[in-house]
């Protein structure tokens, strides 16, 4: 071998000695802790795996894509935080590994082999003459260490003697008990993250699932093993089905996970508090076990899973299980009123016929209770100007009533157009009766993110949006407007210019509220103008709209309503309720609205089914560092040395005493302990 490869070899191995050294040192390892403690800081205060869209509106998109770059929003099972614990388990195993020999030789060693005459550098010392002779005297001497609870040890030198002693040495034990517990824990964590799946997707070639389709249609490389040794995964069973598969989320898709059984829901039962909150909720069950084909019934609640074939099944919380729905699609936009009769299945997506733009509509939840408190929140009315109209028109002036009471059944959906935008609407089946007043809610929002803005409907005297629709239909007819404008005119003005121009006023106003509502009425005015124009408008729409109602109902041969009988009230409250809905309409993102008439509920229990060895794991951890922790502070070395030397007449004792941590307790014990030596010496003390 030549110098240069000699030279090579040996810088080769300085290094990996250098690496080795860094990897095991004390300030590495603490190095990771404290970056542990960071990431478990962040993993507290920011909620884990929550949606996309709510870290964007929290930090908006800019910081949203810097800190996704880290994954923060999963920071438990982000690579770099398994990377670290990783490093962690190789540097304290290495701490360990190199540290563990050495302190188990020194619990042990007696130290024996001390120099007498170094005895007198201790702090804690005291010399004693005694008249017995060396043997004599460390043969009483390790008595009386035994009898003190040490375990001694006698060297001789000559005529001399040296009892070595100690107890306490458990100590030590703490150190390696405490770095122990750190790496078995670590390896517990890391065997219950998502690492195992992982290594799965990067070694066995497996491919996330990220679109629709059946679970028999999965290809095997979408399928975890079923000898898979940790895993969490999550199952929505609906009454009367079963599944033998958990769906395991792997980053922007899913993978299958085969179960050693099947799990039927026989019935899943909900108890609600009077808030319409979940009191209690739990699944009566059957459990197939694939292998022998025998079956057990069992019911699973919160807190009590069930443990079966070391698989473990939570009661996570329940959802819809494709219930049945039949709704009413109302037009919201030109001359048509009449309803279209559609049914739908919560979790499936289906197409509105043509007759109502060709939409596509995605059924995502049925809510059976809504137990709401109508007094508080935000104003439902999602238009700018609607404060202002309904002080005008006096509807909504007085407070709403705060009392809780369930408002019936209500449906969610999302309405997608043709450019692939969507929102989600929110539809209650039955009126709810606010500002004394029944109206239809239409919820609707942009992202999950944001709270429901409600549009009001008011109910016709049958509680139906009928008559609303109707009255919606005429105004987007403008023959219908023109004539409610003369009649408005014909009954507000006289008859010449002041008639005809009362006639055109209504007509415009008539066709700019069809089209943008009271805000395309104000916008082209000047700001301290728009106050005087509303007070003009309001009244002139709110009249037309009147004659333009009579007008409608004329043509179906209805008479007009009675505004001079007993349901006078009512009708002018309909009519001011139906012209805020009209002025908020135009922001109304949907040319339908979907009414809930009926449903066919299914319910579906979810379950969290894991596989976590790593618990039983993280608690021999936690065993090991209690004990350690425990050792390290309650468990104090204590060595005591005894040189003993002839003398004319005896002998001459020095005795000394050591300790980790000297406390008040240690010299307390040192006390006792040269008191008994004095005892046992019979003679006197020297000066120390």
Request: glycine letters at 8%; hydrophobic letters at 40%; charged letters at 20%.
């Amino acid at each position: 071998m030549s110098r240069a490869d000699v030279a090579s070899s040996t810088h080769s191995r300085a290094l990996g000695a250098d690496v080795i050294e860094l990897l095991g040192s004390m300030r590495f390892a603490i190095s990771l802790l404290v970056f542990i403690c960071v990431a478990s800081l962040i993993g507290t205060v920011l909620p884990q795996n929550q949606g996309a869209s709510t870290y964007v509106d929290q930090f908006g998109p800019f910081w949203f894509a810097v800190f996704d770059q880290f994954s923060i929003w999963h920071v438990y099972n982000s690579a770099w935080f398994l990377l670290i614990m990783a490093f962690l388990v190789v540097s304290t195993t290495l701490c360990v590994l190199r540290n563990t020999p050495k302190m188990l030789r020194d619990m042990r060693s007696f130290r024996e082999y001390v120099r007498g005459s170094s005895l007198k550098a201790f702090h804690h010392r005291v010399e004693l003459d005694s008249g017995l002779p060396p043997d004599q005297a460390s043969a009483q001497v390790g008595a009386l260490l035994q009898a003190h609870g040490f375990r001694y040890r006698v060297r001789e030198d000559g005529d001399s003697r040296m009892v070595a002693a100690k107890k306490g040495a458990a100590n030590r034990m703490g150190y390696i008990f405490a770095h122990v517990a750190i790496v078995v824990i670590c390896l517990g964590g890391l065997l219950d993250s998502e690492l195992p799946v992982r290594l799965q997707t990067w070694l066995f070639d497996k491919q996330p699932v990220t679109g629709n389709m059946l679970i028999s249609d999965v290809p095997e490389s979408g399928r975890l093993s079923a000898r898979n040794p940790s895993f969490r995964a999550n199952m929505l069973v609906p009454d009367g089905k079963q599944s033998s598969v958990g769906i395991v989320a792997a980053g922007q898709g899913v993978l299958l996970q085969p179960l050693p059984f099947t799990l039927k829901l026989n019935k899943f039962h909900i108890d609600y508090y009077d808030t319409g909150m979940p009191s209690d909720f739990r699944s009566d069950v059957t459990v197939t076990d694939l292998a022998t084909g025998e079956s057990f019934d069992r019911t699973i609640q919160v807190n009590e899973p069930l443990h079966y074939r070391g698989v473990t099944v939570y009661q996570s919380s329940f959802d819809d299980g494709g219930s049945k729905l039949q709704l009413k699609a109302w037009p919201l936009r030109g001359a048509a009123a009449q309803p279209v009769d559609v049914s739908g299945t919560v979790g499936r997506e289906a197409r509105l016929p043509a007759s109502l733009g060709g939409l596509t509509v995605d059924y995502t939840g049925l809510r059976v209770i809504n137990v709401e408190d109508m007094g508080s929140g935000q104003d439902p009315q999602p238009s700018d100007v609607v404060a202002h109209v309904a002080a005008v028109t006096g509807s909504a002036a007085r407070p709403r009533n705060d009392n809780l009471r369930n408002v019936g059944p209500s449906v969610q959906y999302r309405l997608i157009g043709a450019d692939g935008q969507a929102h989600e609407f929110n539809q209650y089946l039955l009126p709810v009766r606010l500002d004394d007043a029944p109206v239809f809610l239409l919820g609707v929002r942009d992202n999950a993110s944001q709270p429901y803005r409600y549009l009001r409907i008011p109910a016709d005297s049958q509680g139906t949006m009928a008559e609303f629709m109707r009255l919606r239909a005429a105004l987007d007819d403008a023959g219908l407007r023109e004539q409610a404008a003369q009649r408005f005119a014909d009954g507000n003005a006289p008859q010449g210019e002041q008639r005809e121009l009362m006639f055109q006023a209504a007509r415009g106003a008539l066709r700019t509220f069809a089209r943008d509502g009271f805000n395309g009425i104000i916008d082209a005015a000047p700001p301290d103008q728009r106050e005087k124009i509303l007070n003009f408008a309001v009244p002139m729409i709110q009249l037309s709209l009147t004659e333009l109602r009579n007008l409608d109902r004329a043509r179906r041969g209805e008479p007009a309503p009675d505004l001079q009988g007993p349901d006078a009230e009512r009708e002018r409250q309909w009519m001011r309720m139906a012209v805020l809905a009209l002025a908020a309409l135009p922001d109304y993102p949907a040319t339908v609205a979907l009414q809930l008439t009926g449903f066919e509920q299914v319910q579906a229990s979810v379950f969290q089914v894991a596989r976590s060895p790593g618990k039983t794991i993280v608690y021999i951890g936690c065993l090991l560092l209690v004990l350690g922790v425990f050792s390290m502070f309650y468990i104090r070395e204590r060595r005591v040395w005894v040189w003993i030397r002839p003398q004319d007449k005896g002998s001459a004792w020095l005795a000394a005493m050591t300790t980790q941590r000297r406390t008040l307790d240690f010299n307390h014990e040192f006390e006792r302990l040269r008191d008994a030596l004095r005892r046992l010496s019979g003679g006197h003390d020297h000066d120390v």
